[in-house]
């Protein structure tokens, strides 16, 4: 063992620097991360009033959209939807009617109509709407189906078998450019 000199100072030397140093530190970090804590509780509260307001805002929005709700199908269930139904397909049936194109019917028949057929008189009656298929694969299509009373006189039974055989022989003859 070696021999120590007796120590004449009143306190032992104890170095604190380092501890006072770190603890500064710690206290500024503290300071520091106090400081954005309350900085984000200000936020969080000025958010917190907005998002309530919105919040009160949309609730008002879906209660008035629920009473608008309630009227309409208060209105839609006092509605006779059924006569309101018939009269609307009774005034498209009048309507298609009135759009008969009586240029295409002419000219169509013009085509079929053979020498010696003379024709007195076209009744013409818009039958109800139904669905025909396209083609193969297609989806289906309405088409207003017009039905065609046709009077008149022909010379000959030959022409009026030639008119038959043009009217029934080509159906589609009467079809050509017309709307669906």
């Known amino acids: 063992m070696s021999w120590q000199a007796p120590n004449l100072a009143r306190a032992r030397f104890e170095n604190l620097r380092p ?16 400081a954005w804590n309350a900085a984000t509780w200000v936020r969080t509260g000025a958010l917190g009033a907005e998002r309530a307001a919105e919040l009160e805002r949309l609730t008002r929005e879906t209660s008035q959209a629920r009473a608008r709700i309630a009227t309409l199908e208060a209105d ?4 006779d939807l059924e006569a309101e139904n018939e009269r609307v397909e009774f005034l498209n049936h009048r309507i298609a009617e009135r759009a008969f194109s009586w240029n295409l019917l002419l000219d169509r028949l013009v085509e079929a109509l053979p020498a010696g057929v003379r024709v007195r008189q076209l009744s013409p009656s818009v039958a109800r709407r139904g669905a025909v298929p396209r083609r193969a694969g297609s989806r289906e299509r309405e088409v207003e189906t ?3 009373r046709v009077s008149g006189e022909a010379e000959d039974d030959e022409a009026l078998l030639e008119l038959v055989d043009n009217l029934f022989g080509n159906p589609p003859i009467f079809l050509k450019g017309a709307r669906t």
Do not use: D, F, P
């Open 19 to 34: 501890l006072r140093r770190i603890s500064l530190l710690l206290a500024a970090a503290a300071l520091v991360l106090t």
């Open 146 to 148: 017009v039905g065609l």
């Open 76 to 79: 839609l269930e006092a509605a």
